[in-house]
């Protein structure tokens, strides 16, 4: 079993699922950091479990406002390595290793991220990163994740000229190389397709007030999926 985890991320995920359930009650709330099980979950595409479905109900609540945090903090998911590690070791087992660490080691902790756009709109790190090297394509699923704060977006007709006044505030979160997270400033037109509630925005002037939180990512293979929060 070890094998064929070594080879691929998504039947890390699966394996996670059976390995939890093999787990008596009191271990099995110990046996992984959350994180470490949404970095599994995600990149096998939420496999059907109950360890999968606790990490994306974590992942998703994370955008619920407020405030929105990065739905995966993979920093909170010690895999015990430092960026200078051999690269030709096998960073799918050292997240393997992650999920069954019996010390009493902490991992980083996360920072609030309320407030984070730079008046300059520049973009600005707000978070730490991986504790071992993820620049390689096995990791592009953690890449792929993209978070739009839509904080709102207003059209309504003028009532004393006719004139259509519009006003958004888009903030977009990305993750770096190593896992690291940033905001910068985003706009409607940026929005991806599966977003809902302002596909009338530009069309005449029908009065429009939206604010929501999307995300959306792809998982190991490629397959795309996404969640909305609409408040």
Not at 145 to 164: K, L, M, N, P, T
Request: glycine share 6%; with cysteine.
């Amino acid at each position: 079993m070890r094998h064929l985890l070594k080879k691929l991320l998504p039947s890390v995920a699966v394996a996670l699922a059976a390995t939890s359930f093999s787990l008596p009650a009191p271990a099995r709330a110990q046996t992984y950091p959350i994180d470490c099980a949404i970095l599994l979950c995600l990149s096998g595409g939420w496999p059907a479990s109950v360890p999968c479905a606790g990490a994306r109900a974590e992942f998703i609540r994370r955008i619920t406002p407020w405030p929105v945090e990065p739905p995966l903090q993979i920093w909170r998911c010690p895999m015990g390595a430092s960026y200078e590690s051999d690269r030709q070791s096998n960073n799918a087992d050292r997240i393997i290793e992650a999920l069954y660490r019996t010390d009493n080691r902490r991992p980083l902790q996360s920072l609030p991220v309320d407030n984070l756009v730079p008046t300059d709109f520049t973009l600005r790190l707000v978070q730490d990163r991986a504790d071992i090297d993820i620049s390689g394509p096995e990791f592009n699923f953690v890449r792929s994740i993209r978070v739009f704060d839509v904080r709102y977006a207003r059209q309504h007709e003028s009532g004393r000229d006719g004139d259509c006044n519009r006003s958004a505030t888009v903030v977009l979160g990305t993750y770096g190389t190593q896992g690291d997270f940033s905001w910068q400033r985003s706009s409607i037109t940026a929005l991806p397709e599966a977003h809902v509630g302002l596909e009338r925005w530009g069309q005449n002037c029908p009065g429009i007030y939206h604010r929501s939180v999307f995300v959306d990512w792809r998982d190991y293979e490629g397959n795309y999926g996404f969640e909305q929060v609409n408040y």
